[in-house]
T-cell receptor, first 115, second 110 residues
Framework: DTEVTQTPKHLVMGMTNKKSLKCEQH?????MYWYKQKAKKPPELMFV???????INESVPSRFSPECPNSSLLNLHLHALQPEDSALYLC??????????????FGPGTRLTVT | DQQVKQNSPSLSVQEGRISILNCDYT??????FLWYKKYPAEGPTFLIS?????DKNEDGRFTVFLNKSAKHLSLHIVPSQPGDSAVYFC?????????FGTGTRLQVFP
């Protein structure tokens, strides 16, 4: 099973709202990721979690707040977003780098629109 | 500065023929490379990978070739099928990160 699930599929929020994106995997992976993809652009890394600890933050604004409650779940909390934050938000998971396998498995994404 | 480049934004191939997608990278220290396929409104799907100790890796209709001296990799799809129509991204692995190229839109026509 190589499935990563994400909810919701679509989200529309105002600039003063607080919302959360959720991601779940049951592949036993201990590394999880958040990416952002704008139209006609490649995915860009935002955050990396290894063993439920934040290991990489790609200088993401603090209005995005990640959380990893356990090894299967990853959340992205959103607050006071700007219209330019509208994008497809992708979650991914992988084995740890020590395994020698570096492929990441992606969920279907959450299409976020900030109004 | 784009570390991974796919210079062809689009490619059109007849069904049954070979599709060749190309990718160039700038850093000779990169040692693991991947290809992903992406349909609209879906996440990228992993296709095939190759480490720098090899120059070729094959999986069914998909073969990835790596030319380390040229810092170039390519994905061959043989035979191409209409269901292969999608955007293809190459990616390099760099210390827990994947750095993606800009993508090539492949269209396979009957």
């Amino acid at each position: 099973d190589t499935e990563v699930t994400q909810t919701p599929k679509h989200l529309v929020m105002g600039m003063t709202n607080k919302k959360s994106l959720k991601c779940e995997q049951h592949m036993g992976h201990r590394a999880m990721y958040w990416y952002k993809q704008k139209a006609k652009k490649p995915p860009e890394l935002m955050f990396v979690y290894s063993y439920e600890k934040l290991s990489i933050n790609e200088s993401v604004p603090s209005r995005f707040s990640p959380e990893c409650p356990n090894s299967s779940l990853l959340n992205l909390h959103l607050h006071a977003l700007q219209p330019e934050d509208s994008a497809l938000y992708l979650c991914a998971s992988s084995q740890l780098r020590t395994s020698g396998r570096h492929e990441q498995y992606f969920g279907p994404g959450t299409r976020l629109t900030v109004t | 500065d784009q570390q991974v480049k796919q210079n062809s934004p689009s490619l059109s191939v007849q069904e049954g023929r070979i599709s060749i997608l190309n990718c160039d990278y700038t850093n000779s220290m990169f040692d693991y490379f991947l290809w992903y396929k992406k349909y609209p409104a879906e996440g990228p799907t992993f296709l095939i990978s190759i480490s720098s100790i090899k120059d070729k890796n094959e999986d069914g209709r998909f073969t990835v070739f790596l030319n380390k001296s040229a810092k170039h990799l390519s994905l061959h799809i043989v035979p191409s099928q209409p269901g292969d129509s999608a955007v293809y991204f190459c990616a390099v692995y760099n210390t827990d990160k994947l750095i993606f190229g800009t993508g090539t839109r492949l269209q396979v026509f009957p």
